[in-house]
């Protein structure tokens, strides 16, 4: 069993400031940044500051937790004007995680059910930051589901960053991965870069690799080949936003991984705590955010594309149920078909 697993938080409440790694420098830099008003944080998550759906929820979460307790307002009425501003312009950060819209609505509920300013301010703390450890006791779980599916001996293939630095702490896919290894399984992984923003590079190699697991980082170029080659034993990738009818909305190049993964007979298994499923919504009703340009014409900071190139950007992709072997929840494992089965398991 490993010692040295990930113990930082990425996003932790800090006496009415927000403390949160610095995702943009990593892996150069592992810097904590402290965060005082929630349009900072709204900027924190819309530049990748803090990334990874769970993150971004809990952080949301605590930025009109910091909203209501700078509040001077002197009425409920007040308090709620204020409050639905900073919701607002929270929410209008990134569209695709549903995360973010369940944290924030939680917190909106506490506001509805409590009476009196001070009450409010110290309820939609503590329910921020309750948020925070149930999203840590959501992956442990989770990844103890997930691991009964991983063999002694099998290589993994994850996508983007689904691990300790995308949640509060331990990890969705990253997560099954650590508590298969804390069964005293050996596990390898393979990560692809995650091109254009590169977390599988800059963040899950840095995270996985302080770690001591045995990681290989690859080119997203060189998924199909290593899949041919038989390298890959299963992949295990997070999600944003699983639909009620199964579609897994993940980092840009997830659907390429599944495609393959079927083609070569490996089994694929999205990991995301509840907070991910989108139980109101088909797949056909989520937004796909759109990036800067400047992340595919820039490498490293430089202009490697023509100017006046066109150029798309979609951060995330779709993958349809029929790729998918199970889901990996909290709550336990979905089964294929799984828009058959999540309903059952989620209630
Ligand atoms: O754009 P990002 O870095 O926020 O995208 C993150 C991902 O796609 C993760 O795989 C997903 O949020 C699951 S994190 C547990």
Redesign the pocket.
Known sequence: MKENFFTLRTVAWDDGRVKMIDQSILPGRLVYRSFDTWEKIAVAIKT?VV????A?GVAAAMGLAIAASKSKAGSKAQLKVEMERAAAGLRATRPT?VNLFWAIDRVMGVLASTDGVPAIKKAVVKEACGMAEEDVLANRKLGEFGAKLLDDGDTVMT????GAL??VGY???LGVIRAASEQGKCVKVIVPETRP?L?GARITAFELYKDGFDCTLISDTAVGSMMQAGKVDKVV????RITKDGFVF??IGTYQLAVLAKRHDVPFYPA?PSSSFDLKRTHDQVTIEERPFDEVVKFGGKRVAPKGVAVVNP??DMTPPDLVSAIICERGLIASPVQDNIATIMG
Not at 51 to 54: E, I, L, M, T, V
Not at 159 to 162: E, F, P
Request: charged share 10%; glycine share 12%.
């Open positions: 990748l990334r990874g759906a769970p971004i995680a996508h983007c960053n689904a995308a949640t990890g969705t896919a923003a977390q990738v997070g999600a944003d993940n980092k995301a951060a995330f």
